[in-house]
């Protein structure tokens, strides 16, 4: 009889090692999906104070408790509750919401439209900002000899973009997107504070300008920064010598040469980045009054709705899990120097 456990290694060995490395990352994120879902669920459980009770209001009778704790799960062990919500959750059932009466997944994948829609906008303009001012600063930081003019531009240059990256990095988007309001909102008038949300739910670009930007400049920052020490450090390579020798211009010396091979870290560093996005999005867009994944949440809570609040968070958690896992398997793929083991 041969069993489960002695053919996996065999299976496993006949897979060529990227694909084996994305099996067993995939496997992993799975497994920590499972976690962060089981850990929202228990958290959920264990807050202070009966949420049936707090639902049924003052005039409710026994009887509408009773009924609520059992619509809830409260009338069984939490290991027990766990174990049905998990089996339930695998099959896209996350229960119904009692402060909004609809199916929670259903109402988490409806708002989060908007989260997604915000994150989608906001990582090719961090990637642009973080690509251009990163290879600028990268440039007067190298300090190479033979540029002239643009040598001493170049290093001033990085002397005003490098702390700001690192202002951008140490920011929270929730104070990004605060800052902006008051100024460019407020002060300038030049764009709503809060967007408006149009037929059928649109939102128009002039309400996604500010909450783009607010995600965006601080995930700029923290790109730009391993854009900066990348191209810097590609720009001290023996080959620069070389391709300068036979007249390559400063341009061509960067973009074909040096910045190609600069961006496996900035690949590996932007699954942190979109974690960021995504969780960063949650608050941003309560900031702005636009209708997302946080504003239900937030209702959620007040109201003491577990179903939606536990799977909202579950949802969330999940989405951060998959996207990192993506990154990395993108980032063995895309690095012949990556060891798979």
């Given at each position: 009889?041969?069993?489960?456990?002695?053919?996996?290694?065999?299976?496993?060995?006949?897979?060529?090692?990227?694909?084996?490395?994305?099996?067993?990352?995939?496997?992993?994120?799975?497994?920590?999906?499972?976690?962060?879902?089981?850990?929202?669920?228990?958290?959920?459980?264990?807050?202070?104070?009966?949420?049936?009770?707090?639902?049924a209001g003052v005039d409710g009778s026994p009887e509408v408790v009773q009924r609520l704790r059992r619509d809830l799960g409260l009338d069984v062990p939490a290991p027990v509750g766990l174990v049905r919500w998990l089996a339930e959750a695998v099959r896209g059932q996350l229960g119904t919401s009692v402060r909004f009466g609809r199916p929670v997944a259903e109402l988490v994948v409806a708002h989060f439209?908007?989260?997604?829609?915000?994150?989608?906008?906001?990582?090719?303009?961090?990637?642009?900002?973080?690509l251009v001012g990163g290879t600028v600063a990268a440039i007067g930081l190298a300090g190479l000899d033979g540029w002239g003019l643009r040598r001493r531009v170049?290093?001033?240059?990085?002397?005003?973009?490098?702390?700001?990256?690192?202002?951008?990095?140490?920011?929270?988007?929730?104070?990004?997107?605060?800052?902006?309001?008051?100024?460019?909102?407020?002060?300038?008038r030049l764009l709503p504070a809060v967007a408006p949300v149009g037929e059928a739910g649109w939102l128009p670009w002039r309400?996604?300008?500010?909450?783009?930007?607010?995600?965006?400049?601080?995930?700029?920052?923290?790109?730009?920064?391993?854009?900066?020490?990348?191209?810097?450090?590609?720009?001290?390579?023996?080959?620069?010598?070389?391709?300068?020798?036979?007249?390559?211009?400063?341009?061509?010396?960067v973009v074909a040469h040096v910045l190609p091979g600069a961006l496996n870290p900035?690949?590996?560093?932007?699954?942190?980045v979109l974690a960021d996005l995504l969780t960063g999005s949650l608050v941003v867009e309560m900031v702005f009054g636009l209708p997302g994944l946080g504003r239900i949440?937030?209702?959620?809570?007040?109201?003491?709705d577990l179903p939606l609040v536990t799977g909202g968070v579950a949802f969330a958690a999940l989405v951060v899990v998959m996207t990192s896992a993506m990154v990395d398997v993108l980032y063995g793929l895309l690095d012949p120097r990556v060891r798979y083991r």
């Amino acid at each position: 009889m041969i069993s489960v456990r002695s053919t996996a290694p065999a299976v496993a060995e006949r897979l060529p090692s990227p694909w084996r490395y994305a099996a067993r990352r995939g496997a992993g994120a799975v497994l920590s999906a499972l976690v962060a879902a089981s850990v929202a669920f228990l958290v959920t459980r264990a807050l202070p104070g009966d949420a049936a009770l707090t639902m049924a209001g003052v005039d409710g009778s026994p009887e509408v408790v009773q009924r609520l704790r059992r619509d809830l799960g409260l009338d069984v062990p939490a290991p027990v509750g766990l174990v049905r919500w998990l089996a339930e959750a695998v099959r896209g059932q996350l229960g119904t919401s009692v402060r909004f009466g609809r199916p929670v997944a259903e109402l988490v994948v409806a708002h989060f439209r908007v989260n997604l829609l915000l994150v989608a906008l906001a990582v090719p303009l961090a990637l642009a900002l973080a690509l251009v001012g990163g290879t600028v600063a990268a440039i007067g930081l190298a300090g190479l000899d033979g540029w002239g003019l643009r040598r001493r531009v170049m290093r001033a240059a990085d002397r005003v973009i490098a702390p700001l990256m690192q202002l951008g990095l140490s920011v929270p988007s929730f104070w990004v997107a605060m800052v902006l309001v008051w100024t460019v909102a407020v002060r300038l008038r030049l764009l709503p504070a809060v967007a408006p949300v149009g037929e059928a739910g649109w939102l128009p670009w002039r309400g996604l300008v500010l909450p783009v930007l607010a995600l965006a400049l601080p995930a700029a920052g923290a790109l730009g920064l391993m854009v900066r020490a990348s191209v810097a450090q590609g720009l001290q390579e023996p080959f620069v010598q070389a391709v300068r020798a036979k007249g390559a211009g400063a341009v061509r010396v960067v973009v074909a040469h040096v910045l190609p091979g600069a961006l496996n870290p900035v690949v590996s560093t932007l699954g942190v980045v979109l974690a960021d996005l995504l969780t960063g999005s949650l608050v941003v867009e309560m900031v702005f009054g636009l209708p997302g994944l946080g504003r239900i949440l937030l209702a959620g809570v007040e109201f003491r709705d577990l179903p939606l609040v536990t799977g909202g968070v579950a949802f969330a958690a999940l989405v951060v899990v998959m996207t990192s896992a993506m990154v990395d398997v993108l980032y063995g793929l895309l690095d012949p120097r990556v060891r798979y083991r």
